[in-house]
């Protein structure tokens, strides 16, 4: 019995020591998560001012089948039979379904595109997502670690220009975003997006007037350059979005976790007294035992 009883005292001890752990991670998390929705605030901010003046230039070269001639808004290799696929996931777990979740997305958009007969490729930014792929032997066109935890413009431009640039080829018909995004507090949502060709860039209402002015090349640049800013701030906000999803989700599962490790310690409390008093109960009945033999 006493050897029972220090067992559950270690386990007890155990337990509470994780509950430390896990209710600290949650408090690193909800700092960073604030920290990082800010971030994807004043991201979102511009990314709309973008797509605002792309859709402007786009509605100064519409005219006749400039924009569908534009490499950026038509249709790449159609005879080409791959499409690239860019995802994010974090380098970290303990953040719950957070990873799997986006995994599952692009296994479930690789197998619509078997279908399909067209081979996908995979650029891959996140540890998780790159063990994974490597563990099941599916082959990774390219991978970035470190950059979905600190996400930097600049690297995160370098990285999906390499996709631009086999689109511009003609070497795929599609680059396909995919990363979980951050909705709210306390939930996450799986975003899907069509970097190339670009889709939803609307013409404003205010510039239809514009339609009939003939375009030039400065303005057909101005068009180039803005759709490339376009797509490298769309990878951009993938990460910060991604990073604020992050820490909401690893947020959720250390509060869960904090819960469940406070339950099993009240529940081996409990089993430790009932224990306790049995062993106590056995030793009275004993000495009671040992004291009627005597008379």
Known sequence: MGNNLKDIRKQISS???????????????TSKLKKADEMARRS???????????????AKVASGDNVQDNPYFSLGNKDSQFVD???????????????????????????????QKIKVRLRVIGKKAIEYFKFNEIEILDSAIGLSATPDYSRAADFVNKAVEDYLKGATSKVILVHNGFKNMISQEMKVSQLLPIEGIEIPNECASILEVEPNEQENEILNQLASKYVEFSMYYALVDSLAAEHSARMQAMDAATNNAGELARTLTIAYNKARQEAITTELVEINTGVESMK
């Open 15 to 29: 337990v509470l020591n994780t509950q430390k752990t896990t209710r600290a991670m949650k408090l690193v998390s």
């Open 44 to 58: 979102k901010m511009y990314a709309s001012k973008i797509v605002e003046v792309l859709g402007e230039i786009k």
């Open 85 to 115: 696929i860019v995802l994010v996931t974090a380098d970290k777990g303990l953040c719950g379904g957070f990873n799997i979740n986006t995994i599952k997305e692009v296994n479930r958009i690789v197998a619509e595109y078997k279908t």
